[in-house]
């Protein structure tokens, strides 16, 4: 298990996670970056292939299968999302006294940081609301403005993966501004909901599926 010194709140330096995809990352470090000439930015360009690839495959699947197409791909990326969140947060223990917000938001630094490879600004807005504002993000200069909505479907998982793991903390993540749509920051908001508000993502999600299937009948005609 690791951290990391880059944030200033105390209580990191008491949350723990695991690496996930442990298992290629050391033979990545141990026998390829230590003892090649290997150049590791080309790993963005490989993963910038596999992430259009994704948008391909969900656009091919809204095209020929509709509301189908879209539910499997929906669920596949969900289910991905889930093993990542489940990997990092495996064997660990919750440190005591950890307030929601600290929880939310020291989990997303890892998401951010790690899972996808982003630069970020985290802060704590109280017991229960955080927030943060991704600075870089790998798929920024490729990735159109509503392309962004693939990434909810890989979110929603790992947000289960964490209730899972501490039910108490539960919390919800709303997108407020993006890069590619011109803003300069990523920025979202995490906060522990209401009743009420637990339905929010879940219907801004069917409100952007709803506006892709459109499309795709458009470009389909």
């Known amino acids: 298990m690791a951290h990391w010194e880059h944030r200033d709140e105390p209580r990191w330096k008491e949350f723990r996670f695991n690496q996930p995809y442990a298992k290629g990352l050391a033979?990545?470090?141990?026998?390829?970056?230590?003892?090649?000439?290997?150049?590791?930015?080309?790993?963005?360009?490989?993963?910038?292939?596999?992430?259009?690839?994704v948008l391909e495959i969900l656009k091919t699947a809204?095209?020929?299968?509709?509301?189908?197409?879209?539910?499997?791909?929906?669920r596949a990326l969900r289910n991905i999302g889930l093993d990542i969140g489940r990997q990092v947060l495996a064997g660990t223990t919750i440190p005591e006294g950890l307030t929601s917000a600290e929880f939310s938001s020291f989990y997303a630094t890892v998401i951010n940081r790690i899972v996808y490879a982003s630069l970020e600004d985290a802060r704590i807005e109280g017991a229960e609301q955080a927030?943060?504002?991704?600075?870089?993000?790998?798929?920024?200069?490729?990735?159109?403005?509503?392309?962004?909505?693939?990434?909810?479907?890989?979110?929603?998982?790992?947000?289960?993966?964490?209730?899972e793991r501490a039910s108490e903390h539960g919390f919800e993540v709303r997108f407020?501004?993006?890069?590619?749509?011109?803003?300069?920051?990523?920025?979202?908001?995490?906060?522990?909901?209401?009743?009420?508000?637990?339905?929010?993502?879940?219907?801004?999600?069917?409100?952007?599926?709803?506006?892709?299937?459109?499309?795709?009948?458009?470009?389909?005609?």
């Not at 809204?62 to 929906?74: I, L, Y």
């Not at 943060?132 to 479907?153: E, K, L, M, T």
């Not at 929010?200 to 795709?216: F, H, M, N, P």
């Open 131 to 163: 927030s943060f504002d991704i600075i870089w993000c790998p798929h920024q200069d490729h990735y159109g403005a509503f392309d962004c909505r693939v990434q909810r479907y890989f979110v929603e998982g790992m947000i289960e993966a964490a209730r």
């Open 62 to 74: 809204e095209a020929e299968f509709g509301e189908k197409g879209q539910a499997m791909v929906h």
């Open 27 to 53: 033979r990545l470090k141990d026998e390829v970056l230590a003892k090649t000439d290997f150049d590791p930015a080309t790993l963005w360009q490989w993963g910038t292939m596999q992430a259009m690839a």
């Open 176 to 221: 407020d501004s993006t890069i590619p749509a011109g803003a300069k920051t990523c920025h979202f908001t995490l906060w522990k909901p209401s009743a009420e508000e637990k339905a929010t993502w879940d219907g801004y999600t069917k409100l952007l599926e709803d506006k892709a299937l459109v499309r795709s009948k458009r470009e389909k005609a």
